[in-house]
Each structure stands twice: as structure tokens, then as C-alpha cells.
């Protein structure tokens, strides 16, 4: 267990900043997984935007890789143009 009030604030920190970045995350997970069940158009390209804001927050705090950000929105872009 930790000793010095820096590492248990540190510990605390660590804790919270884990429990953000896990929300952050999987509520992007599910909007991604929305828009590819989404079949009209008009309402993807609306919400697109939105999402890839989303992705690109992620990669910028290093939550997920930016290369992975690069996929995600890529496959966003292949799946509206096949409509």
C-alpha cells in the first residue's frame, strides 16, 4: 500500500482518470456501432460529424491509438459512401 500522501493522491487520480477515459470510450463504441446499423443517409450524415469529433478526442488524450481513430473514421466514410 502506498506510504507518501503523493503517491495515495496519485493512486486517487489514476483512479478517476481510469473511470473517465472508460466512459469516454465505450460511449464512442456505441455510437460508432449505432451509425453502421444506421441505413438512411440522410440521418447517418447528420450524425457523422458528431461521432468522428468524438473519435478524434479520443486519439488527442492517447485513450485509443490515433491510428485506430484513422480506421474507425475510415470505415464511417466506406459505410456512408455504400449507401
Known amino acids: 500500500m502506498a506510504y507518501h500522501l503523493s503517491a495515495k493522491k496519485r493512486i486517487r487520480q489514476t483512479e478517476t482518470r481510469r473511470g473517465e477515459n472508460k466512459y469516454y470510450a465505450k460511449t464512442t463504441r456505441n455510437a460508432?456501432?449505432?451509425?453502421?446499423?444506421?441505413?438512411?443517409?440522410?440521418?447517418?450524415a447528420a450524425e457523422v460529424p458528431k461521432v468522428i469529433s468524438m473519435i478524434d478526442k479520443l486519439a488527442k488524450k492517447n485513450i485509443i491509438h490515433k491510428n485506430?481513430?484513422?480506421?474507425?473514421?475510415?470505415?464511417?466514410?466506406?459505410?456512408?459512401?455504400?449507401?
Open 68 to 83: 485506430k481513430a484513422a480506421n474507425l473514421k475510415s470505415k464511417l466514410a466506406r459505410h456512408i459512401n455504400s449507401l
Open 32 to 44: 460508432v456501432k449505432n451509425l453502421h446499423s444506421m441505413t438512411e443517409k440522410e440521418a447517418l
